[in-house]
């Protein structure tokens, strides 16, 4: 079936020019989006990003879950300057260090129209690092998207002092002794371990319901469209000829 024919047929029961040219404008619209929603969908882009201690990551992704090549990438303060600027790499993910507490946006651009952000809370870091201010401004050092953090020191009792070979199961007088800001960045590494895959795919998530929303809302209105034209052609069919 050719086309207008299509188009001809979901309008034909609009009398009035005004109904007709809006129903004609929705009508096409849901043939496009019916032939490539997959389209639209694969082509937003986003950024997603996680802190965990003195360590920003994450990672820019297309709705179909494709990652850029060396996405344009830049880190913002609170105060909108730009601490750093870069790239992702070849898989799209980003790693970067902190020096103080702020909230930091992580903005991404493929040079081709697609860009998005991301802003990571303060309250993702680690308590313990000193707030951004005017006279002590944040900094940020782009790290190796697989190097890992480093590990955080442990001090054991003075007469205690791990083997560095052999046998690493602790004698049972042993007592192993941390303070309390270790004990707290220790909780919050295993904590985020857990929770950050959860809010991961909460993001991804909200995205696919975006645009089903945006499917659903047009949905909508044309069935409404839909209903009138049929009451009306009903009402043709009903009233007899003069």
């Given at each position: 079936?050719?086309?207008?024919?299509?188009?001809?047929?979901?309008?034909?029961?609009?009398?009035?020019?005004?109904?007709?040219g809006?129903?004609?404008?929705?009508?096409?619209?849901?043939?496009?989006?019916a032939?490539?929603?997959?389209?639209?969908?694969?082509?937003?882009?986003?950024?997603?990003?996680?802190?965990?201690?003195?360590?920003?990551?994450?990672?820019?992704?297309?709705?179909?879950?494709?990652?850029?090549?060396?996405?344009?990438?830049?880190?913002?303060?609170?105060?909108g300057?730009?601490?750093?600027?870069?790239?992702?790499?070849?898989?799209?993910?980003f790693r970067?260090?902190?020096?103080?507490?702020?909230?930091?946006?992580?903005r991404?651009?493929?040079?081709d129209?697609?860009?998005?952000?991301?802003?990571?809370?303060?309250?993702?870091?680690?308590?313990?690092?000193?707030?951004?201010?005017?006279?002590?401004?944040?900094?940020?050092?782009?790290?190796?998207?697989?190097?890992?953090?480093?590990?955080?020191?442990?001090?054991?009792?003075?007469?205690?002092?791990?083997?560095?070979?052999?046998n690493?199961?602790?004698?049972?007088?042993?007592?192993?002794?941390?303070?309390?800001?270790?004990?707290?960045?220790?909780?919050?590494?295993?904590?985020?371990?857990?929770?950050?895959?959860?809010?991961?795919?909460?993001?991804?998530?909200?995205?696919?319901?975006?645009?089903?929303?945006?499917?659903?809302?047009?949905g909508?209105?044309?069935?409404?469209?839909?209903?009138?034209?049929?009451?009306?052609?009903?009402?043709?069919?009903?009233?007899?000829?003069?």
């Amino acid at each position: 079936m050719p086309f207008r024919t299509i188009i001809d047929h979901c309008v034909a029961g609009f009398k009035t020019p005004v109904i007709k040219g809006t129903a004609i404008i929705i009508a096409l619209a849901a043939v496009l989006l019916a032939l490539a929603p997959d389209r639209a969908h694969a082509h937003s882009f986003h950024v997603f990003a996680l802190g965990d201690g003195d360590i920003i990551e994450g990672y820019a992704y297309f709705g179909g879950g494709a990652r850029p090549h060396h996405a344009d990438l830049s880190i913002e303060g609170s105060d909108g300057k730009v601490l750093l600027t870069g790239q992702t790499n070849d898989n799209g993910e980003f790693r970067l260090r902190v020096d103080h507490l702020d909230d930091y946006t992580i903005r991404a651009n493929t040079g081709d129209g697609h860009a998005a952000s991301y802003i990571v809370k303060s309250s993702e870091l680690a308590d313990d690092l000193p707030k951004a201010t005017a006279t002590s401004p944040a900094s940020v050092v782009a790290l190796n998207a697989t190097e890992d953090a480093p590990n955080t020191d442990i001090d054991l009792s003075p007469n205690a002092s791990p083997a560095p070979t052999g046998n690493m199961i602790a004698p049972e007088n042993q007592r192993i002794s941390i303070t309390a800001e270790q004990l707290s960045t220790l909780v919050s590494h295993a904590v985020a371990k857990q929770v950050n895959p959860l809010r991961e795919q909460i993001v991804a998530y909200e995205n696919k319901v975006r645009f089903s929303d945006i499917i659903g809302g047009l949905g909508i209105i044309i069935g409404i469209f839909g209903a009138i034209a049929w009451w009306q052609a009903r009402k043709r069919v009903s009233t007899p000829p003069e």
